[in-house]
């Protein structure tokens, strides 16, 4: 069995010759491994960790050029501004980009939204090397995910068009103003995900599925797998915003979304952190076929627990402690945390064992070299 063998067997919820695993850490983690190993590039990395799937970019970007202000700030796809922030801790030493302006937080009219003069097209795009970064790949599970910023979702970017506050007042007071941002979201990332859909599977032959009936098995030989969407919705303790805030102004995208990508015959995975446990109904019910990344230490995420009263209708994929037990535990620490996650997760399916998000800079390397051994240690089914 290979890896897209064994992932898709995994996610259509029967068991594989083992639990399939993923590699998700910070860039910093990634170079820091290749020089521990001497590894040329990541694909050396991965193959050495027998990760069994593989993420490509989408397409290139061919649009207008990102502004760069005096102040250092750079406008990105949205036209939001960012700042490169340095973190340090210790010896470790990692950079993320900060939101410092939102250009529609003095908006008043819906009329204002919809002139903004910086709503992303998807003739920015240049769509002709997808197909090839999905064939690079044979054998392997392929994920389409787009840019961790740009990620297809609904509520993230419109906190950074709007600011988080604002966006959230705008759900309760601003009802038409929160719809009108959010539609012209959706209308971008539909038409720019059915044209990367298009480049990497070919034309779509497929109608949409109603919510209940039997899922995809995944792309075309050659072509995109899973499509991944992110958007978080969780808390640590709970939720963002309540089922029926998300229902009324969430829900019918989550699903739009989700069609779309079953039409071209690829499996669904939604990113979240957090805890949405409240949410899942309605993720299945929106027709999700894996929910990314179980969060552990957040309220109501217990693999155990959900693969019992969810695991025959959704996949999960995560569950590895990366607050406390990757980053500050010892190897025997990890080794039994491992060894629970397999034991819950294995049985009928439904589970790819991956870290609940990025690998921190602040996590050692042995401690790493531990949850990969023991995965393979504990994953045989």
């Known amino acids: 069995m290979n890896a897209k063998e064994r992932v898709m067997t995994s996610i259509n919820h029967h068991e594989p010759d083992r639990v399939p695993w993923d590699y998700w850490a910070a860039s910093e983690v990634t170079e820091r491994l290749l020089k521990h190993f001497g590894f040329e590039d990541k694909e050396e990395l991965l193959r050495y960790f027998d990760v069994d799937l593989r993420y490509v970019p989408g397409p290139s970007y061919i649009g207008q050029e990102f502004q760069t202000y005096d102040d250092g700030t750079i406008a990105d796809l949205w036209g939001v501004r960012r700042r490169t922030m340095t973190v340090e801790h210790g010896a470790y030493r990692w950079a993320y980009k900060h939101v410092v302006s ?150 019918d995208g989550f699903r739009a979304y989700i069609d779309l990508a079953h039409r071209y015959g690829m499996k669904v995975m939604h990113h979240t952190c957090g805890c949405v446990v409240g949410l899942i109904p309605e993720f299945i019910n929106a027709g999700l076929d894996i929910l990314q990344s179980l969060q552990p230490r957040a309220a109501g995420m217990d693999l155990e627990k959900l693969k019992r009263e969810y695991g025959k209708y959704i996949a999960f994929h995560g569950s590895i402690d990366i607050q406390e037990t990757l980053p500050y535990g010892s190897v025997e620490d990890i080794r039994e945390m491992v060894r629970q996650r397999m034991k819950a997760g294995k049985p009928g399916g439904g589970f790819i064992i991956s870290t609940a998000h990025n690998i921190q800079p602040d996590t050692p390397t042995e401690n790493i070299l531990a949850l990969f051994a023991a995965y393979k240690d504990f994953g045989r089914l």
């Not at 609904?154 to 759900?171: H, I, N, S, T």
Request: with cysteine.
């Open 102 to 251: 939102s250009p529609l937080a003095p908006m008043e009219t819906v009329e204002e939204i919809d002139n903004y003069a910086h709503w992303p097209s998807p003739n920015w795009w240049d769509y002709s090397k997808v197909k090839l970064d999905c064939e690079r790949y044979a054998g392997f599970a392929v994920v389409n995910a787009g840019d961790r910023l740009d990620r297809t979702a609904q509520f993230k970017p419109m906190m950074y068009l709007r600011g988080m506050e604002q966006a959230y007042v705008d759900l309760i007071l601003n009802p038409k103003i929160a719809d009108a941002i959010i539609a012209h979201i959706k209308e971008y990332f539909l038409e720019y995900n059915r044209r990367v859909f298009e480049a990497a599977n070919g034309k779509c032959a497929k109608p949409s599925r109603p919510p209940l009936s039997p899922p995809p098995t995944g792309g075309k030989k050659g072509g995109i797998d899973i499509f991944m969407m992110g958007d978080d919705f969780g808390t640590q303790n709970g939720l963002m915003i309540d089922i029926q805030t998300w229902r009324r102004f969430f829900g």
